[in-house]
Structures are given as structure tokens and as C-alpha cells.
């Protein structure tokens, strides 16, 4: 087990600083275009798979950082470039940890490479499971999987929403019920290969922020695909089934379904982002409270203004700490008896937007114009309190886990 430390190692440095390098050089020249386009910024992510960052091989050796602390220092300083790029580079990243926590090494070797492409021909991935009636409700899942035993595959029916890179995806990570009456119990994870017919991408949504990334509705009209594509296999499908049966009829403990398996592991990930993209919103007004002058005086010289900056940056550094805190416990092996991945989250999430609105507030009228990026920076922050677990379930999962209560 890794010493707990509160210092980055020499390679971490190394790394973080080359990130840095990259979000400040390549990615915050395009922020602004690319959100104007609200298009996939596809020439960023070939240059972020030319120097290595969009990857397999990095995102490998983030992830299995012995300190844990790789995947969220990542995070940190491609969001702090800019929010809805960074996401384009790393949200196929969601997908390839739906299969690393729920498939076999087989799968995971096969379509891990499939997800990111070379730096030749990039590809993306996308990881589905909300649907228009089933987003935080995971339970009310409709999308259906059967098994057709005599061909040896899964017939995939339904319609996911919010897909992070839906429809354009050369692989799709898809959640759906094989057991309805077990609601949440009875899902499982498939992969949907390359050109599969019967999916297709339906409405793609114009958003209020993160407009680089790419979102859209996935729908699956009898997709079929090989029984090897049900991630973990069949055999340990049936045993995780059987166990869950014979628990509901005894009403006995919870069992964790797939879809919540890759979002308790991703969730400090999240929280990375939203330091990220506070502490960049943060240092914009550091900056601009140093040299903007009212009344013959930088404006920092003002305690309205200072006390700000000073919550600010206790806030971000807060947030950061609970992130690591989380990420050193889940690879560590340590259980989040305390929910100490939904508390990272749902704090970095809210600091997030908190500091962007404050950093706006500093800039006064200039904050709100479009030629600062704190304007930006504040609408993408958005998205922070609501994808992968809303505050309030974020609130919920802790209130339950320290309660011990099924509270409602």
C-alpha cells in the first residue's frame, strides 16, 4: 500500500506540469472557438494523441497510479485549460472505466484500444445509462437486454440520453436491464462494436455550457451483438442474478448494479474537474483583482474584494483535498464507509460553482462579457452539480451511507 502523502513524487510533478504545459498552449487558445462551435473539437484531440495524453498508455498509467493520485491530477489541469474541451479528450475515459470495473482481461484488451484509435485516426467512446425517464433513477432503467441462446447473443432495445460522445462513438459502453424485476439489481453492461446495425444517434443536445463536448441521445432498435460482448460474461451475469434473487426474497442487503460501479469509481475524477476549472476561474480573478484600479487603488486592496479571493482559495484547496482523500482510498482498496467519493464530488462540484460566480462578481461587467473566460467558465461549472450523480443523490448517497437508513 502507498504512504499517504500531501506531496506529488518527481514523476507526478513531471506529468502535471506537462499537462499544464498542453491545457495552456493548445487547449486555452481553441476554448473559445470551440465553444462558439459547440462541435467536437477533433484537431485538439489529435494533438493531445500526438504528444500521448489521449491514450490508452496514459490513461493506463494515470489509473494505476499506486498513490491514486494520477487520474485526478490529470483532471485538474486539462479542465483547468477548459472545460468542454477536456472533457472531448477524457470523456471517452467513462467508457473505458465501465469496462475496466466490469469486464474480463480479454475485454479489456480487446476494446480499451478501440476506444482511443492512434493518433492517425482518433476515436472516441461513449458510456450510456441515463435515459429520458431513468437518470437519477437508475432503477426505472427501461432499456432491455435478451439473450437469444440459440445464436448466442443479445438482443439490445431502447433509448439512452445525455451520451457524452453518443452516435459518434466507434464504441459505445451501453447499460441495460436483463432482469427487470430486479430493477437495478438486474443490469448489465454490453458493448456495442463498431458499426453495429440498429444504432443510431437521435437528438443531439445544445447546451448551456461544456459546448465542446459532444452530447446526444443514443437509440438501439434491435441491436444485436455477440454473447462475448456482455461485459464480465455471462457465467458471472447468472451468479450475480441468483445472489440477488435469493437476497430480495430474503430482503436482504443491497447489491451494487454495474451502472454505480462506474460512477463510484469516477466520481473523485469529477471532483478533479470541477478544481480544475474553479481554480482557473479563481486565478483569472486573482489576476484581474491585482490590476484592475477603482479609485486609484488595485481593487484587491478592498476587503470585499480580498475576503473573496481568500474563501476562493480555501474552497478550491478543500475540495482538491477531499478529491485525494477519495482517490487514495478507492486504489488503495479502502471502502468509502463514509461516502467519501460522493463527498468529493459533491463539494469540488459546488466550489465550482460558487468560485466561477465569484469570479464573475470580481470582473463585474467585464466577468460577463464573452471576452473573458469567466463567463465561460461559470456556465460550463454548471454541469458539475448535475452529471454523474445530481448534488441532492450525492447528499443522499451520504446521508444514507452515515445513517445506515434508506432515507427517501
Given at each position: 500500500m502507498?504512504?499517504?502523502t500531501?506531496e506529488?513524487n518527481?514523476e507526478?510533478?513531471e506529468v502535471?506540469?506537462w499537462?499544464h504545459?498542453?491545457a495552456?498552449d493548445v487547449?486555452r487558445p481553441?476554448?473559445a472557438e470551440w465553444?462558439?462551435?459547440e462541435e467536437t473539437?477533433?484537431?485538439?484531440?489529435?494533438?493531445?494523441a500526438?504528444v500521448?495524453?489521449?491514450s490508452?498508455?496514459?490513461?493506463a498509467q494515470?489509473?494505476?497510479?499506486?498513490?491514486g493520485?494520477?487520474i485526478?491530477?490529470?483532471?485538474?489541469?486539462?479542465?483547468w485549460?477548459d472545460a468542454?474541451?477536456?472533457?472531448s479528450i477524457?470523456?471517452t475515459g467513462?467508457?473505458?472505466v465501465g469496462?475496466?470495473?466490469?469486464?474480463?482481461e480479454e475485454?479489456?484488451?480487446?476494446w480499451?484500444?478501440?476506444?482511443?484509435g492512434?493518433?492517425?485516426?482518433?476515436k472516441?467512446?461513449?458510456f450510456c445509462s441515463?435515459?429520458?425517464?431513468a437518470?437519477?433513477?437508475?432503477?426505472?432503467?427501461r432499456t432491455r437486454?435478451v439473450?437469444?441462446?440459440?445464436?448466442?447473443?443479445?438482443?439490445i432495445?431502447?433509448?439512452?440520453t445525455w451520451a457524452?460522445?453518443g452516435g459518434i462513438?466507434n464504441?459505445h459502453v451501453?447499460v441495460?436491464?436483463?432482469?427487470p424485476?430486479?430493477?437495478?439489481?438486474?443490469h448489465?453492461s454490453?458493448?456495442i462494436?463498431?458499426?453495429?446495425p440498429?444504432l443510431a444517434q437521435?437528438?443531439?443536445?445544445?447546451?448551456?455550457g461544456i459546448?465542446?463536448?459532444?452530447?446526444?441521445e443514443v437509440?438501439?432498435?434491435?441491436v444485436r451483438?455477440?454473447g462475448s460482448?456482455?461485459?464480465?460474461?455471462k457465467?458471472?451475469?447468472?451468479?450475480?442474478?441468483?445472489?440477488?434473487?435469493?437476497?430480495?426474497?430474503?430482503?436482504?442487503?443491497r447489491?451494487?448494479?454495474?451502472?454505480m460501479a462506474?460512477?463510484e469509481a469516477?466520481r473523485p475524477a469529477?471532483?478533479?474537474?470541477a478544481?480544475?476549472?474553479?481554480?482557473a476561474?479563481y486565478?483569472?480573478?486573482?489576476?484581474?483583482?491585482?490590476?484592475?484600479?477603482q479609485?486609484g487603488?488595485?481593487?484587491i486592496?478592498?476587503q470585499?474584494v480580498?475576503?473573496?479571493?481568500a474563501?476562493m482559495?480555501t474552497?478550491?484547496?478543500a475540495?482538491?483535498?477531499?478529491v485525494w482523500?477519495?482517490?487514495?482510498?478507492?486504489?488503495n482498496g479502502?471502502p468509502?464507509?463514509g461516502?467519501?467519493?460522493?463527498m468529493?464530488?459533491?463539494f469540488?462540484s459546488?466550489?465550482?460553482k460558487k468560485?466561477t460566480?465569484?469570479a464573475?462578481?470580481?470582473?463585474?461587467?467585464?466577468g460577463?462579457?464573452?471576452?473573458?473566460p469567466?463567463e465561460?467558465?461559470h456556465?460550463?461549472?454548471?454541469?458539475?452539480t448535475?452529471?454523474e450523480g445530481?448534488s441532492?443523490?450525492?447528499?443522499?448517497?451520504i446521508?444514507r451511507t452515515?445513517?445506515?437508513m434508506?432515507?427517501?
Amino acid at each position: 500500500m502507498a504512504e499517504f502523502t500531501m506531496e506529488l513524487n518527481d514523476e507526478q510533478k513531471e506529468v502535471r506540469d506537462w499537462l499544464h504545459g498542453f491545457a495552456a498552449d493548445v487547449i486555452r487558445p481553441a476554448a473559445a472557438e470551440w465553444d462558439e462551435r459547440e462541435e467536437t473539437p477533433w484537431p485538439v484531440i489529435q494533438e493531445a494523441a500526438k504528444v500521448g495524453i489521449y491514450s490508452l498508455d496514459f490513461y493506463a498509467q494515470q489509473y494505476f497510479d499506486a498513490t491514486g493520485l494520477g487520474i485526478p491530477m490529470a483532471m485538474e489541469e486539462l479542465f483547468w485549460g477548459d472545460a468542454g474541451i477536456a472533457l472531448s479528450i477524457v470523456g471517452t475515459g467513462l467508457a473505458a472505466v465501465g469496462v475496466l470495473a466490469n469486464g474480463t482481461e480479454e475485454q479489456i484488451g480487446t476494446w480499451i484500444p478501440q476506444m482511443y484509435g492512434d493518433a492517425n485516426d482518433v476515436k472516441v467512446a461513449a458510456f450510456c445509462s441515463s435515459e429520458p425517464d431513468a437518470g437519477s433513477d437508475v432503477a426505472s432503467l427501461r432499456t432491455r437486454a435478451v439473450y437469444d441462446e440459440a445464436k448466442d447473443e443479445w438482443v439490445i432495445n431502447g433509448t439512452k440520453t445525455w451520451a457524452t460522445n453518443g452516435g459518434i462513438a466507434n464504441v459505445h459502453v451501453v447499460v441495460a436491464s436483463v432482469d427487470p424485476e430486479l430493477g437495478s439489481k438486474g443490469h448489465a453492461s454490453f458493448i456495442i462494436p463498431p458499426n453495429t446495425p440498429g444504432l443510431a444517434q437521435g437528438q443531439k443536445f445544445k447546451k448551456h455550457g461544456i459546448r465542446a463536448s459532444h452530447t446526444a441521445e443514443v437509440i438501439l432498435d434491435q441491436v444485436r451483438v455477440p454473447g462475448s460482448c456482455l461485459l464480465g460474461g455471462k457465467e458471472k451475469l447468472d451468479e450475480r442474478l441468483a445472489r440477488a434473487r435469493e437476497k430480495a426474497a430474503k430482503g436482504g442487503e443491497r447489491v451494487k448494479n454495474a451502472a454505480m460501479a462506474t460512477f463510484e469509481a469516477s466520481r473523485p475524477a469529477v471532483g478533479a474537474m470541477a478544481v480544475g476549472t474553479a481554480r482557473a476561474a479563481y486565478e483569472v480573478a486573482l489576476d484581474y483583482a491585482r490590476t484592475r484600479e477603482q479609485f486609484g487603488r488595485p481593487i484587491i486592496d478592498n476587503q470585499g474584494v480580498a475576503f473573496q479571493l481568500a474563501d476562493m482559495r480555501t474552497r478550491i484547496d478543500a475540495a482538491r483535498l477531499l478529491v485525494w482523500r477519495a482517490s487514495w482510498m478507492a486504489v488503495n482498496g479502502k471502502p468509502f464507509t463514509g461516502a467519501e467519493g460522493s463527498m468529493s464530488k459533491l463539494f469540488a462540484s459546488e466550489t465550482a460553482k460558487k468560485v466561477t460566480a465569484q469570479a464573475i462578481q470580481i470582473l463585474g461587467g467585464n466577468g460577463y462579457t464573452r471576452e473573458y473566460p469567466v463567463e465561460r467558465m461559470h456556465r460550463d461549472a454548471a454541469i458539475y452539480t448535475i452529471f454523474e450523480g445530481t448534488s441532492e443523490i450525492q447528499r443522499l448517497v451520504i446521508a444514507r451511507t452515515i445513517s445506515g437508513m434508506p432515507i427517501r
